[in-house]
């Protein structure tokens, strides 16, 4: 009986496959089983943690798809996909940064207590149906960046009104040392924020170019659908300001200006708020004010 080599080579190959998807599995199974026990140092922490980010990728991912599921907001198409695969990124994100300062603790039951302490809020991402479309994941990750980065945050400047480091200066009323961290963080967001910003949020080459394209083609009607969700952005991510940074009047803006107080107030609370940057407009620059208020022209590129 002759030899079948062509059948015999396709039986073995499957075979392994077969035995490399059950050691993948198992490799899985210990990878995860380590993250239930206990570390004690912050180095421990980091290895455990660093051999298992594909498992704690999928594990956020799939809670967060679970709690769209139950709050009624899933629908299964590549944006909710996107989406959930964006905000498991987040947490696992967050849970790196702050589970160092936790040890001893089980890495495990530290992740899914921070991701059910997130789903506990009220809302805890910014949901929109219009969010998950490229503007509006480009507009969200922009702002939610925005929050955790000081870089992202001055960039909002750029993005938003199209300034350059000077402007910003002067529209924020800097000076000295402040001034000069302004043009580091446009120097480091062109160089490498941007870009791992895009990443993350998961926008690829053809969607940032097809957004460009309608900024050049559609202008006005492109600014003002930027700006409706901008808002929303804003919104949501403005509650995580420190209690004292609400919205001002003008003639609070003014004295705050004129003394000299409240850097970061400045900085922060007009990156993130559209009405108080046309309501703060022109007390940076001498106190002067300028004629036309600032307008949202988007800018996709850094």
Same mark, same amino acid.
């Given at each position: 009986?002759?030899?079948?080599?062509?059948?015999?080579?396709?039986?073995?190959?499957?075979?392994?496959?077969?035995? /490399?998807?059950?050691?993948?599995?198992?490799?899985?199974?210990? &990878?995860?089983?380590?993250?239930?026990?206990?570390?004690? &140092?912050? @180095?421990?922490?980091?290895? #455990?943690?660093?051999?298992?980010?594909?498992?704690?990728?999928?594990? +956020?991912? /799939?809670?967060?798809?679970? *709690?769209?599921?139950?709050?009624?907001?899933?629908?299964?198409?590549?944006?909710?996909?996107?989406?959930? %695969?964006?905000?498991?990124?987040?947490?696992?994100?967050?849970?790196?940064?702050?589970?160092? /300062?936790?040890?001893?603790?089980?890495?495990?039951?530290? *992740?899914?207590?921070?991701? +059910?302490?997130?789903?506990?809020?009220?809302?805890?991402?910014?949901?929109?149906? @219009?969010?998950?479309?490229?503007?509006?994941?480009?507009?969200?990750?922009?702002?939610?960046?925005?929050?955790?980065?000081?870089?992202?945050?001055?960039?909002?400047?750029?993005?938003?009104?199209?300034?350059?480091?000077?402007?910003?200066?002067?529209?924020?009323?800097?000076?000295?040392?402040?001034?000069?961290?302004?043009?580091?963080?446009?120097?480091?967001?062109?160089?490498?924020?941007?870009?791992?910003?895009?990443?993350?949020?998961?926008?690829?080459?053809?969607?940032?170019?097809?957004?460009?394209?309608?900024?050049?083609?559609?202008?006005?009607?492109?600014?003002?659908?930027?700006?409706? %969700?901008?808002?929303?952005?804003?919104?949501?991510?403005?509650?995580?300001?420190? @209690?004292?940074?609400?919205? %001002? /009047?003008?003639?609070?803006?003014?004295?705050?200006?004129?003394?000299?107080?409240?850097? @970061?107030?400045?900085?922060?609370?007009?990156?993130?708020?559209?009405?108080?940057?046309?309501?703060?407009?022109?007390?940076?620059?001498?106190?002067? #004010?300028?004629?036309?208020?600032?307008? %949202?022209?988007?800018?996709?590129?850094?």
């Amino acid at each position: 009986m002759p030899l079948d080599v062509n059948g015999g080579t396709i039986r073995v190959t499957r075979m392994q496959n077969t035995l /490399s998807k059950g050691q993948a599995m198992a490799d899985r199974t210990a &990878t995860v089983s380590r993250l239930e026990e206990v570390v004690s &140092t912050s @180095d421990e922490f980091d290895q #455990v943690v660093s051999q298992a980010l594909p498992s704690l990728l999928d594990r +956020a991912t /799939s809670y967060t798809k679970r *709690f769209l599921r139950e709050t009624g907001q899933w629908n299964d198409d590549i944006e909710h996909e996107k989406f959930a %695969l964006r905000w498991g990124s987040e947490y696992l994100e967050r849970f790196l940064v702050c589970g160092r /300062s936790e040890v001893p603790c089980r890495p495990l039951f530290l *992740f899914d207590s921070l991701v +059910a302490k997130q789903h506990s809020k009220p809302e805890p991402f910014c949901y929109h149906p @219009d969010l998950l479309r490229p503007l509006g994941r480009f507009l969200d990750g922009l702002v939610a960046r925005a929050v955790i980065s000081r870089d992202a945050l001055i960039a909002l400047y750029r993005h938003c009104y199209g300034w350059g480091a000077g402007e910003v200066i002067a529209v924020t009323g800097l000076n000295g040392l402040e001034s000069q961290r302004i043009y580091k963080n446009f120097r480091r967001w062109r160089e490498s924020g941007w870009q791992r910003t895009m990443n993350e949020v998961g926008l690829t080459k053809s969607e940032l170019s097809e957004l460009s394209n309608q900024q050049q083609r559609h202008r006005q009607r492109f600014n003002s659908e930027a700006e409706r %969700l901008i808002r929303v952005a804003q919104a949501h991510y403005r509650k995580s300001e420190p @209690d004292h940074y609400p919205c %001002l /009047s003008r003639s609070q803006w003014g004295e705050m200006f004129t003394q000299g107080y409240g850097c @970061d107030y400045r900085i922060w609370h007009l990156a993130l708020c559209l009405d108080c940057m046309q309501t703060a407009w022109g007390l940076g620059v001498n106190g002067s #004010v300028s004629e036309e208020k600032p307008r %949202l022209e988007l800018q996709v590129r850094p």
